[in-house]
């Protein structure tokens, strides 16, 4: 059974329907990808999922339990968690209150203390800089805490939302190897990306978005392959 299964959803943004029956599944373990134009519905449909925008038709389910328009914040510890686009971290707070924010729901306080190692093991710069005012860090160690606060919750299911955006080469090569290494360690990712090609990459599985629904879908790297995909989406 699917971890995740998204099943005729329809969203609207007033009388505009942005999103048009759109249905897929992310089984255990798995990186699926959505990829598409800016304007596809990509972050409508995580947002969507992930309870910040509500369904007008369809339903969304986590482990066979029906999650259509429960909010985010109730969704975190039935083991759903969005790094969202953007990172949108506590500029204001240090980088160790950023991350302890992350496991808020959380009552065992000695593993989440065990969590926290983990997370600074996978990205020692938050450790190295766990006093730092967090907005003063660059883009790329943004993303990192942003992604390290989702990891504090222990999701089963990590929702990302663009995590290239506006980093630079050296960056987003670094955060797409530690997504595979998340993944590596037990924990589903559905991703949405601008960067077609690092997405497909690291992805099993992707389905293509236009204008609100899924024209293609299929294993990730025979799409890279794909002539069509190559033209309009990758650059080749």
Avoid: C, W
């Avoid at 710069?125 to 805490?145: D, H, V």
């Avoid at 924990?187 to 090609?197: F, G, H, S």
Wanted: glycine share 8%; aromatic share 6%; charged share 25%.
């Amino acid at each position: 059974m699917a971890i995740l299964e998204v099943q005729n959803l329809k969203v609207n943004y007033g009388v505009i329907e942005a999103i048009k029956g759109v249905s897929f599944q992310v089984e255990k373990g798995e990186i699926i990808a959505l990829i598409g134009a800016n304007g596809a519905g990509k972050t409508t449909i995580m947002h969507a999922v992930n309870g910040l925008l509500p369904v007008k038709e369809g339903k969304i389910f986590l482990d066979g339990e029906d999650i259509t328009n429960i909010p985010a914040h109730k969704l975190i510890s039935r083991g759903l968690t969005q790094v969202p686009e953007g990172r949108r971290i506590f500029q204001e707070l240090t980088v160790l209150d950023n991350l302890l924010l992350g496991a808020y729901t959380r009552k065992d306080k000695k593993e989440s203390r065990a969590t926290l190692e983990s997370v600074y093991e996978k990205f020692p710069i938050l450790s190295e800089r766990n006093k730092q005012i967090a907005g003063t860090l660059s883009g790329g160690e943004q993303q990192m805490l942003a992604m390290g606060r989702a990891l504090m919750s222990r999701p089963r299911v990590l929702l990302l939302d663009e995590p290239s955006m506006g980093l630079s080469p050296l960056y987003v090569n670094e955060v797409f190897k530690i997504i595979k290494e998340i993944n590596e360690a037990g924990t589903t990712v559905l991703l949405v990306e601008q960067n077609a090609k690092k997405a497909l990459s690291v992805a099993n599985r992707a389905y293509v978005l236009e204008t609100g629904r899924i024209v293609l879908s299929g294993d990730a790297k025979e799409l890279m392959y794909d002539e069509n995909i190559k033209k309009a989406y990758l650059g080749e």
